[in-house]
């Protein structure tokens, strides 16, 4: 592979998609689940999801236990039960820069929960580069090189927005594990994998003029595999390459990005927008309005 540096050209391919929405994106964190908590930082409420209508005030760094009961959603205060009336429930922080509770982790935005047939759905639903702020943490040591990071947040980006609406059936994007992107909320965000993606916020791959979902794994053992081999078909900009993490088990699927590949490469001195142009062929990098 030829090592070449970023240059006016490449910069030109940076195109921006005005008419692309701010992405918005909803994450499921718990589903299917009797009972769960919430709380808050700072005073936050809790809505009714149908109507707009106050009908709680959360203090902050209390946790509350709520739980489906028959149809509704109950919250525990002092010991005891009082149902919310409704079985569509939001919280929404009352200040800036308030972190909510769940799943022993902070999150960002805000926190949908649902009670379908008697069990919770719980939702984190934020801005697309603060949910990215993490996933690259939780994707990838974040002691490994910035620049791998920088390409993990165009990958994780490009991933996301491709795949808006992959979920709604369950009424969400994408779940918060590796079966979509790995997503630790709040708590796993670092000093360097937020720079990364304040580095590189908005920009995707594309190609054909649309945002690919940018496949990545942990590792290759030494060569990516074309997603025809794992899939039902070929991806015109996925072929099979060598991955540069020899040496490392394999873990994954083996299609696009290998994530310890990226790093070796980034320790050779590689950029992110090399590192991606290296995994995914043919592809351009263009801007999308996002916000942050």
């Given at each position: 592979?030829?090592?070449?540096?970023?240059?006016?050209?490449?910069?030109?391919?940076?195109?921006?998609?005005?008419?692309?929405?701010?992405?918005?994106?909803?994450?499921?964190?718990?589903?299917?689940?009797?009972?769960?908590?919430?709380?808050?930082?700072?005073?936050?409420?809790?809505?009714?999801?149908?109507?707009?209508?106050?009908?709680?005030?959360?203090?902050?760094?209390?946790?509350?236990?709520?739980?489906?009961?028959?149809?509704?959603?109950?919250i525990?205060?002092?010991?005891?039960?009082?149902?919310?009336?409704?079985?569509?429930?939001k919280?929404?922080?009352?200040?800036?820069?308030?972190?909510?509770?769940?799943?022993?982790?902070?999150?960002?935005?805000?926190?949908?929960?649902?009670?379908?047939?008697?069990?919770?759905?719980?939702i984190?639903?934020?801005?697309?580069?603060?949910?990215?702020?993490?996933?690259?943490?939780?994707?990838?040591?974040?002691?490994?090189?910035?620049?791998?990071?920088?390409?993990?947040?165009?990958?994780?980006?490009?991933?996301?927005?491709?795949?808006l609406?992959k979920?709604?059936?369950?009424?969400?994007?994408?779940?918060?594990?590796?079966?979509?992107?790995?997503?630790?909320?709040?708590?796993?965000e670092?000093?360097?994998?937020?720079?990364?993606?304040?580095?590189?916020?908005?920009?995707?791959?594309?190609?054909?003029?649309?945002?690919?979902?940018?496949?990545?794994?942990?590792?290759?053992?030494?060569?990516?595999?074309?997603?025809?081999?794992?899939?039902?078909?070929?991806?015109?900009?996925?072929?099979?390459?060598?991955?540069?993490?020899?040496?490392?088990?394999?873990?994954?699927?083996?299609?696009?990005?290998?994530?310890?590949?990226?790093?070796?490469?980034?320790?050779?001195?590689?950029?992110?927008?090399?590192?991606?142009?290296?995994?995914?062929?043919?592809?351009?990098?263009?801007?999308?309005?996002?916000?942050?």
């Open positions: 592979m030829t090592r070449f540096f970023v240059n006016f050209a490449l910069l030109l391919t940076l195109v921006l998609m005005s008419a692309a929405p701010s992405f918005a994106i909803k994450i499921g964190l718990d589903d299917g689940v009797r009972q769960t908590y919430i709380g808050s930082s700072k005073q936050s409420v809790v809505v009714d999801g149908k109507t707009g209508k106050v009908l709680y005030t959360l203090n902050s760094f209390v946790p509350y236990t709520i739980r489906a009961y028959n149809n509704l959603i109950v525990k205060i002092d010991g005891k039960y009082y149902s919310f009336g409704t079985n569509y429930i919280v929404k922080p009352k200040e800036k820069k308030c972190f909510l509770a769940t799943k022993r982790k902070w999150y960002r935005g805000e926190l949908i929960v649902y009670n379908i047939n008697k069990k919770l759905v719980v984190n639903d934020l801005p697309i580069e603060e949910y990215l702020l993490g996933v690259v943490p939780s994707e990838m040591p974040a002691k490994w090189n910035i620049e791998a990071h920088k390409a993990q947040a165009i990958a994780a980006r490009s991933y996301a927005i491709a795949n609406g979920r709604k059936h369950s009424g969400y994007d994408l779940k918060d594990t590796p079966l979509d992107q790995a997503y630790g909320g709040a708590s796993a670092t000093p360097q994998t937020s720079r990364a993606v304040m580095q590189t916020r908005g920009i995707v791959l594309t190609y054909g003029g649309k945002v690919i979902p940018a496949y990545y794994h942990a590792s290759s053992g030494g060569k990516t595999v074309s997603s025809g081999a794992v899939w039902a078909r070929d991806l015109p900009y996925i072929k099979s390459v060598p991955a540069y993490d020899e040496g490392i088990r394999k873990n994954g699927h083996g299609v696009g990005m290998s994530q310890h590949g990226a790093n070796n490469l980034a320790n050779k001195g590689y950029n992110a927008y090399q590192i991606l142009n290296y995994f995914y062929k043919n592809v351009k990098f263009s801007v999308v309005k996002t916000q942050l």
